[in-house]
Each structure stands twice: as structure tokens, then as C-alpha cells.
């Protein structure tokens, strides 16, 4: 055998072992545990999300609802009748700005739509929070020509669905990173 497979042969082995070796570090984050301990989905069924709060009831109630229901189907999918261990708390904000504004009407053409979000896990045997964030969502969107004021409406509406999603996948993947370190 020549050397150079010898030392092809030498690192093969070398990361065979690694590999043998950090195998069983591995564990799935949605997997179901063999131990009887409750797994990640089992947790984040215990989170209840309470109705919203913001301080715009008009647009912002429309959104709370939105975001809730994106949470609750993330979080819990078809699982039904686990009993409430956490309370998830949020609020919210929105904010609006034009980006692009039309020089011969002096309406915008594009604009930035925002929301921030503070939200606060708290466990209901203490009432004590034993998470805290924020997290924000911008989106863009194109505003079309000044005669069509219901696509306008419409692509203002396609915005919010947009960043309210992205807030539920936020604090969705924050509170799995928080239960799944927890375990």
C-alpha cells in the first residue's frame, strides 16, 4: 500500500471516529423522547395566548387577531386539551412610512410598513415572566396609480398579513429555542 492512500486511509478513520463519537449528540427538536419527558410540541402546547394588547383598537385589533391565530396554529397545530402552563403576553405597535412618493400626484408609490412586538412568557403556577423580548417585522410594498384606491387598500392589507406572519414566526422560534434549551 502506498502512503498517500495509507494517509487517505489514516483520515478516514480519523473521521469516522469523529463522527462515531458525536453521533449521539444529535437530537431532533421535534422529535418525540423516548424518557417520557414532555417534548418540545407538548410544551408549546402549554403556552395559552391571550387576546392581544394595543393601544390603536381599529388596524391593531384586526392585527392581534392575525397575529394570535398564526401563533396558535404554529404552536399547536391539531394538539388539544393540554392544560395552560405559560401565558404568552404581547403588544404590539405599528408604524407606516412612504418611501417613494409619485411627482406629479404626491402620492406615494411604495411604502414601509412596521411592526414591533414586546412579548413576555410568563408561568402560571408563579406569575412569575421567565422570558422577555422584542421583535419587529418591515415589509415594503408598492402602491399602484391614485384611481385605484381599493388595490391600494388591498396591497396595504397583503402588507400587514405579511409582517404579522413574520412576527408569529419570530416568537414562535424564540419560545422553541427557549423550551428546547430548557429540556
Known amino acids: 500500500m502506498s ?3 495509507f494517509r487517505i486511509l489514516a483520515r478516514l478513520v480519523v473521521v469516522a471516529a469523529l463522527a462515531a463519537l458525536t453521533a449521539g449528540c444529535f437530537q431532533p427538536m421535534y422529535a418525540e423522547r423516548a424518557d ?3 417534548g418540545l410540541r407538548e410544551k408549546l402546547a402549554g403556552v395559552e395566548v391571550p387576546p392581544l394588547k394595543y393601544p390603536n383598537a381599529s388596524r391593531e385589533a384586526r392585527l392581534g387577531v ?3 391565530n398564526a401563533l396558535a396554529f404554529k404552536m399547536y397545530g391539531n394538539a388539544t386539551g393540554m392544560a395552560p402552563t405559560h401565558r404568552l403576553e404581547i403588544r404590539i405597535q405599528t408604524s407606516r412610512s412612504s418611501l417613494i412618493l409619485d411627482p406629479t ?3 406615494p408609490s411604495s411604502e414601509n410598513y412596521g411592526i414591533d ?3 413576555r412568557l410568563v408561568e ?3 406569575d412569575k415572566p421567565v422570558m422577555t423580548g422584542t421583535t419587529f417585522s418591515r415589509v415594503t410594498y408598492d402602491m399602484p396609480g391614485q384611481f385605484q384606491r381599493f388595490a391600494r387598500a388591498r396591497a396595504f392589507r397583503d402588507a400587514e398579513d405579511r409582517a404579522s406572519q413574520e412576527i408569529a414566526d419570530n416568537i414562535q422560534t ?3 429555542s427557549f423550551f428546547f434549551a430548557g429540556s
Do not use: D
Request: hydrophobic share 45%; charged share 20%.
Open 3 to 5: 502512503s498517500a492512500k
Open 36 to 38: 417520557g419527558t414532555p
Open 66 to 68: 392575525e397575529i394570535r
Open 105 to 107: 400626484t404626491a402620492l
Open 117 to 119: 412586538a414586546q412579548y
Open 124 to 126: 402560571i403556577a408563579s
Open 174 to 176: 424564540r419560545l422553541a
